[in-house]
């Protein structure tokens, strides 16, 4: 009995050996391509993305992260409805699957506006909404760009849009060789965001003006900036590039601005005394 078990442990001691081993020679060829979990920035999802992390699907758990940062900053800090709640959630989550219509307004029918009933506030938390999706996958590029321009232009919190840019150039750098896919070639868009963001914060429009406009061209650029560069064409009175960039944010068909677009294509169009057939 006791030969019996001593075989017995000098096997599993052989097999936890040989474990090791693997688990040694594999951690010195490998890099892990993300960066290690952290608790989550929103306590509120703790539990949600401690989940993705240990089912190891991050960018899952990422993607789960931008749909609720947009129903967070597409939401009221006061409350509304839940109706229309309800329909700023659904259209929002047509529209990343690139399902959702704008519907066209006819004469004689009344539209509800709900993006003007959700301007405004102050929303504390989304500096940390953007913090949690990065957590999860520092390369979703896209949230660098929306978040810093929500921050910068709407909120005027310029030193957090700063901090979420330079965490984004951090992240590229440390982790380009671990990306498989040329995800790397943007990069240049996020020092160019720090630099319209420091002429904004020091005043210097004439400078900050040059910048969004070459951003604003780049397929990449969120509506949400290219509707600041439309309201400072329309302060300067440039009212035929104003115009040109809300018949773009039109017909992107992105429902957070499907109204407000349609509004102001008319409000230019009558400024310009030109008809436009867009609407029709």
Not at 35 to 49: E, G, H, M, Q
Not at 50 to 69: D, H, K
């Amino acid at each position: 009995m006791l030969k019996r078990n001593s075989g017995y442990y000098i096997f599993l001691v052989v097999i936890i050996i040989s474990i090791m081993s693997c688990n040694y020679l594999f951690s010195r060829s490998f890099t892990y391509p993300l960066p290690p979990a952290r608790i989550s920035t929103i306590p509120d999802y703790t539990v949600l993305d401690l989940s993705t992390v240990l089912a190891g699907m991050r960018r899952l758990g990422a993607g789960i992260g931008w749909v609720q940062l947009l129903q967070y900053y597409g939401s009221p800090e006061t409350p509304v409805d839940k109706e229309t709640e309800y329909k700023v959630s659904i259209d929002m989550t047509k529209y990343i699957f690139g399902l959702f219509k704008p519907e066209k307004e006819h004469p004689g029918e009344k539209h509800e506006h709900y993006e003007e009933q959700i301007e405004g506030g102050n929303y504390p938390q989304l500096l940390n909404y953007c913090y949690r999706i990065i957590d999860q996958d520092p390369f979703f590029f896209y949230v660098y760009l929306y978040g810093s321009g929500a921050l910068a232009w709407n909120l005027n919190r310029t030193d957090e849009a700063l901090s979420l840019l330079a965490l984004g150039i951090q992240n590229m750098e440390k982790y380009r060789e671990n990306i498989t896919t040329d995800l790397h070639q943007p990069f240049w868009q996020l020092n160019l965001y720090v630099s319209a963001i420091v002429y904004k914060k020091r005043g210097e429009t004439e400078k900050m003006v040059p910048l969004l406009e070459m951003a604003s061209k780049q397929k990449e650029t969120p509506n949400l900036v290219k509707v600041i560069l439309a309201n400072i064409y329309q302060v300067e009175k440039k009212y035929q590039e104003c115009l040109d960039i809300w018949i773009s944010v039109y017909n992107s068909k992105d429902p957070e601005y499907a109204a407000k677009a349609r509004e102001k294509i008319k409000e230019v169009s009558r400024i310009l005394n030109i008809h436009n057939d867009l609407l029709n």
